[in-house]
């Protein structure tokens, strides 16, 4: 059976005893996009992959996929897969003993595809798991996801905790699965460096609330950092003067820096009316981007970001 | 990395996951219920292995033993053997054991969002898992039985197979019962401790409850029957795995041949259980993984339940302090000490059941509301007693409202007819509905003045109390049990009107069952099962005739009977004993048919017994005199000092044994020289003195029966021998030795 795979979050809400994890979330993920759900430890990504995948209940609220909901609904789990952050598997199970656990459970499932993929990575089939690395697990784990056929993947923190290698692996074998089947994909991490190469979109949440959804095209379109530099003295309203919506903008002698919220044509254009000596538009990197974006709704996400970056970093040692 | 190759598994493998087609029903799935099968496999395949050995050592072991020794009897294969090792391992270790493996992965944060994530419903994880788990037990339990049916079939000899049938049966709803508590103990507790301890609780509290409610209301009112004779749901075997596990306490049976009425109850609240599973187990949110329960309040339930449990021995003394209240006046002020100690205990265990549980000491933190239902269960246990005890009291029938009446009036009918009935016939006068309204009359009379002195605590200081009954009314559709004291008046007019207006009971309390109902018979001399049977069918035959309700040695000539039967016969879930059956000279035509059976396996003479006897690995005959006359001096002797045995050695075939009192050798010489000559072929008369010739050949032991000459000069020189001895011991003391002597 297959049907649209667009998914739906209405007004989620999610309580554990007395705290609130969830709180009113609403957006959609768009059918055959790769979505990337971003934010600190505590911030509900992996809640809300749990209420996705069906594993939780929420508190209130609604998710649907295609327009049916998937608490309980067996028929709409057959075409979605979920890796977790912890990954489980059968006690004292090998490769081939798990994928005899998934076949006899998803209808779709192809073994022949899995001991494909096992051969691709060279992962043993006839030894124990528990024996693996947790690159090696996590290998074994988009491999039985990836056999499933899945029309949804949902994929809880699946790099963090990998090395450079393990973790191309992964991520190659993600992209060409969901690029032929044209699947809808949901990660999460903590990295928004991860996130950029492979995500359309993304989502940024925080204490339980969405703070911002954007496309990544046009999240780095968005903003531009634009050096400028004059032969004569001037000052943020000589700049501003010309039409330019300035977002940032520090300036150190007769050469300033500017973040703009203008498209590149136009500031250039606006700009050349100053006769520049020099106008250069640089790239902003996604967490430049989100700095500036949060600034303008309020947020002062530095310490935030720090904490991301920080979190990042210990991963990427860890797996070292 | 290095490559393994496809092997030849692995294509199989891949083929069968190939061909399984998983079902998308709600409520099972087949692709769980065979993952349990292989999850479970190692228990389930330990647990079929020693089934298998339990079979062989116990079953066919015995069956081969009886095979080879010609005679089977009727129960040579019943489950009594091995009723203990099979129920307390399928339920007590087996079916729990699988029952926590399967669903151990609820225990993690992983396994548990592993599971639900699955496209299985909750439902169809609880059902198929709980089914893979039966599956083992039920695969167990066929091979421990596949002997007994081969047995059976093949009619190689005699199984008692109603009752294999029944215990497996009754295995498999305690089962049922087991899995379905762990089912609610999984769902609501989220550490193998808490699953533990719900199941304990589950299992046993309910009943727990009920009992000890029942016990302290009969012992305080003390006009409630006795709780082991009380019926329907009060009783404790109604529930089969209680019955079992109540039974060492004497509060419960541990019988092969429950009820139905158990059977179907038990099966009922499994089904109520597994329903309550259901719910819970579908409620049960994933992220309780690793806590100590699915919720604040289930933590709180539990641990205030696990609190209970200590708290009822408390609840206890505080009832038998009112209890001393009532009829001294006063109370011992250490009940007031003990109570306050045993509830502090009790709320020590309420706290270290939520630390251990939640594996925290900060869990001990905010008890209150765990604290307010311990509290709450105590007000209500208590309410309910006193409710319970009120409703005891407040019963007042009038005599015609009594539809009828049953009681156990087998002492009173034995006292009316001068008879003693046997223990089917007491039953069956259990059963019997009486309609009488001038009992019915005494009844609610006795039972007046009964409340009354319950509740001043005298009854059993009012002398009108002096006879006791276990009287069940039938008032509309109701049944009412109460024991009831009737004063010595109103015992006689009941007696009077047994006696005199209902025939029915004295045909009752002469009534016999029928030998085939028996699950177990036996005759002291005759092994053959038919035999055995129909002496069986013959004494019941001849002492109706004779208008007789047992059969006793007080009116035969002899001190021992020939011959005594007894039965075992399973009624309405209970066992009957029905022993000391004996065949005497006073039940003719069953000791000529006795007789006869012994005449079939006489050897024709005394040398070919001793022939035989000497094909035999050892030989050994004894000889003893059944002496007819009770009031001889020589059976008074024997009556004082037991049984007198000689043994013949008649070559160096046979041991003997020496009396230091009695000159054997000469006498049994004289016996056995009798016996060549005269008493060979004697055929015995009943009445008169018989001679006993019990050896032993093949394995087996016979008893051959012969007419002694009482005037023959062996028997002469024995009774003198005898009498002499008599006088000697009146100077001495006898110490009496049985030795061996080669």
């Known amino acids: ?320 | 990395m290095s490559k393994d190759k496809l092997t030849a598994q692995t294509e199989k493998t891949l083929l069968a996951a190939k061909k399984f087609s998983p079902s998308n029903k709600s409520f099972f799935s087949k692709g769980i219920y065979f993952e349990g099968l292989r999850q479970g496999k190692v228990v389930g395949f330990i647990y079929a292995g020693i089934m298998a050995l339990l079979s062989i050592v116990i079953v066919f072991g015995s069956a081969v033993v009886q095979v080879l020794s010609e005679d089977l009897m009727l129960t040579s294969l019943s489950p009594e053997d091995g009723l203990g090792i099979v129920t307390y391992m399928s339920f007590f270790l087996i079916i729990p054991a699988l029952m926590f493996l399967l669903f151990h992965f609820l225990s993690t944060r992983k396994g548990s969002d592993h599971f639900y994530s699955l496209p299985v419903t909750r439902s169809a994880i609880l059902v198929s898992y709980t089914l893979s788990a039966f599956t083992w037990v039920v695969i167990g339990l066929l091979v421990f039985l596949l002997p007994i049916l081969a047995i059976n079939i093949f009619a190689v000899g005699s199984v008692y197979l109603a009752g294999w049938l029944a215990l497996m049966a009754s295995v498999i709803v305690a089962c049922m019962l087991t899995a379905a508590a762990m089912l609610i103990a999984v769902s609501v507790a989220s550490n193998l401790f808490g699953q533990v301890a719900v199941t304990l609780l589950v299992l046993f509290l309910p009943r727990v409850l009920i009992t000890f409610g029942y016990f302290l209301a009969a012992g305080y009112t003390e006009i409630l029957f006795p709780l082991y004779n009380s019926s329907g749901f009060l009783n404790p075997s109604t529930n089969i795995l209680t019955g079992i596990v109540f039974a060492p306490f004497g509060l419960g049976v541990f019988t092969i041949m429950p009820r139905l009425s158990s059977v179907l109850y038990t099966i009922g609240l499994s089904a109520v259980y597994f329903a309550i599973a259901l719910v819970l187990f579908r409620r049960r949110p994933s992220e309780a993984a690793e806590e100590p329960a699915s919720s604040g309040l289930a933590q709180n339930i539990i641990s205030a339940l696990v609190a209970f449990v200590v708290a009822l021995i408390p609840i206890v003394l505080l009832i038998e302090l009112a209890t001393e209240k009532r009829n001294h006046g006063s109370y011992d002020v250490g009940f007031i000490i003990a109570i306050a100690a045993l509830y502090g205990l009790s709320l020590i265990v309420f706290f270290a059941y939520r630390a251990i549980s939640a594996k925290s000491l900060s869990a001990v933190r905010r008890p209150w509301s765990g604290l307010a239902i311990f509290l709450a269960l105590n007000i209500a246990f208590l309410g309910i007693w006193s409710l319970a005890v009120s409703a005891t009291y407040g019963f007042n029938p009038t005599a015609q409202s009594i539809t009828y009446f049953k009681a156990d009036i087998g002492r009173t009918v034995n006292q009316a007819f001068g008879i003693q009935s046997n223990q089917y016939a007491e039953y069956l006068l259990s059963q019997y509905e009486i309609e009488d309204e001038v009992i019915d009359e005494q009844i609610v009379t006795a039972l007046r003045r009964n409340v009354q002195d319950s509740k001043e605590g005298t009854i059993y200081e009012n002398p009108q109390n002096s006879n006791g009954l276990q009287v069940t009314m039938k008032i509309g559709a109701r049944t009412v049990n109460r024991k009831v004291l009737f004063s010595d008046e109103e015992y006689a007019i009941i007696i009077d009107r047994l006696k005199n207006n209902h025939p029915k009971i004295l045909e009752l309390a002469r009534s016999f069952p029928e030998p085939e109902e028996a699950s177990h018979i036996q005759s002291n001399i005759i092994t053959n099962e038919k035999e055995v049977l129909e002496l069986a069918r013959s004494l019941f035959a001849e002492l109706q005739e004779q208008g007789r309700s047992s059969s006793s040695s007080v009116n035969s000539v002899y001190v021992e009977p020939l011959d005594s039967l007894w039965l075992t016969i399973p009624l309405n879930g209970m066992t009957y004993w029905m022993s000391d059956l004996f065949i005497n000279e006073t039940t003719p035509k069953t000791a000529e048919l006795l007789l006869s059976y012994l005449e079939k396996r006489n050897p024709g003479s005394l040398d070919e017994l001793i022939l035989k006897l000497e094909a035999s690995k050892y030989g050994r005959m004894a000889m003893y005199p059944i002496i007819a006359g009770r009031d001889n001096e020589l059976t008074q002797h024997m009556e004082k000092y037991g049984t007198d045995w000689i043994t013949a050695e008649l070559g160096t075939y046979y041991e003997s044994r020496d009396y230091e009192y009695l000159s054997s050798d000469y006498m049994t010489s004289e016996l056995a020289l009798e016996l060549a000559r005269e008493n060979w072929g004697r055929v015995p008369e009943l009445g008169k003195s018989i001679l006993s010739v019990n050896y032993e050949a093949d394995g087996k032991n016979v008893v051959l029966l012969f007419g002694l000459d009482e005037n023959g000069a062996a028997f002469r020189k024995y009774k003198q021998a005898v009498l002499e001895w008599r006088e000697q011991e009146a100077q001495q003391r006898i110490d009496v030795e049985y030795g061996y002597y080669g």
């Open chain 1, 1 to 320: 059976m297959t049907g649209s795979n667009e998914i739906a979050i209405k007004n989620i809400t999610k309580r554990f005893e007395a705290d609130e994890v969830l709180s009113d979330l609403t957006f959609t993920v768009p059918e055959g996009s790769i979505f990337g759900l971003v934010g600190v430890n505590g911030a509900g990504k992996s809640t809300l992959l749990r209420i996705i995948a069906g594993v939780y209940r929420q508190t209130a609220g609604e998710v649907t996929i295609g327009g049916e909901r998937v608490y309980e609904n067996t028929a709409l789990k057959q075409r979605l897969a979920f890796i977790p952050d912890e990954l489980y598997f059968l006690p004292g199970a090998n490769l081939m003993r798990m994928i005899q656990h998934y076949a006899a459970i998803y209808d779709r499932f192809d073994p022949d595809e899995a001991v494909r993929l096992a051969n691709v990575l060279e992962l043993p089939r006839f030894k124990s798991i528990s024996q693996f690395s947790k690159g090696m697990k996590r290998q074994c784990a988009t491999i039985l996801a990836i056999a499933a056929n899945p029309d949804i993947l949902l994929f809880d923190e699946t790099f963090d905790g990998l090395d450079p290698i393990a973790r191309g692996a992964v991520k190659r074998l993600l992209t060409e699965s969901i690029v032929s089947k044209k699947a809808t994909a949901v990660i999460t991490s903590h990295s928004l460096r991860e996130l950029e190469d492979t995500c359309d979109s993304l989502a940024f949440l925080h204490r339980g609330g969405l703070v911002m959804q954007s496309d990544i095209s046009n999240l780095k379109t968005s903003l531009l950092k634009v050096q400028v530099a004059l032969s004569d003295t001037f000052t943020r309203e000589t700049i501003e003067n010309t039409g330019i919506s300035i977002l940032s903008y520090s300036q150190v002698g007769r050469v300033a820096n500017i973040i703009a919220t203008d498209g590149r044509e136009r500031i250039e254009a606006l700009l050349s009316e100053l006769d520049p000596i020099i106008l250069e538009t640089l790239p902003l990197s996604l967490e430049e981007v989100f700095t500036y974006e949060m600034k303008q709704r309020g947020y002062n996400f530095d310490d935030i970001l720090g904490e991301i970056a920080d979190s990042n970093e210990a991963a990427e040692k860890e797996a070292i």
